[in-house]
């Protein structure tokens, strides 16, 4: 059965950076595209990063665009959202998604994450 469980969420001050991971089990990682999303409260959730099956590919939404990074390990069916210069703005519980395609990851991935909360705040 198909899993992402995503890890690595807390709570850091405005300025701070963090992690976080999605392990994937059930499915085969090194042919999916990977993506995080987020949720913020009373808001729809919305994209954010996405990378290619080989990691050549990415894309990030244009809000934390130079901020966030999103990288895989196949060898570990692991994909991260490195996330840097952290705003209360950021506040949202994040994502992981996967699809075999790329275009579809963007709007209606396959398969989803629980979701990991992120609050920024001092």
């Known amino acids: 059965q198909e899993q992402l469980v995503e890890s690595g969420g807390g709570k850091v001050p405005p300025g701070g950076s963090l992690t976080l991971s999605c392990a994937a089990s059930?499915?085969?990682?090194?042919?999916?595209?990977m993506g995080w999303f987020r949720q913020a409260p009373g808001k729809e959730r919305e994209f954010v990063a996405a990378?290619?099956?080989?990691?050549?590919?990415?894309d990030y939404a244009n809000s934390v665009k130079g901020r966030f990074t999103i990288s895989r390990d196949n060898a570990k069916n692991t994909v991260y959202l490195q996330m840097n210069s952290l705003s209360p703005e950021d506040t949202a519980v994040y994502y992981c998604?996967?699809?075999?395609?790329?275009?579809?990851?963007?709007?209606?991935?396959?398969?989803w994450g629980q979701g990991t909360q992120v609050t920024v705040s001092s």
């Open positions: 998604a996967a699809d075999q395609n790329i275009i579809r990851l963007h709007t209606a991935p396959n398969y």
């Open positions: 059930g499915l085969t990682f090194s042919t999916y595209a």
């Open positions: 990378i290619s099956w080989s990691g050549t590919l990415n």
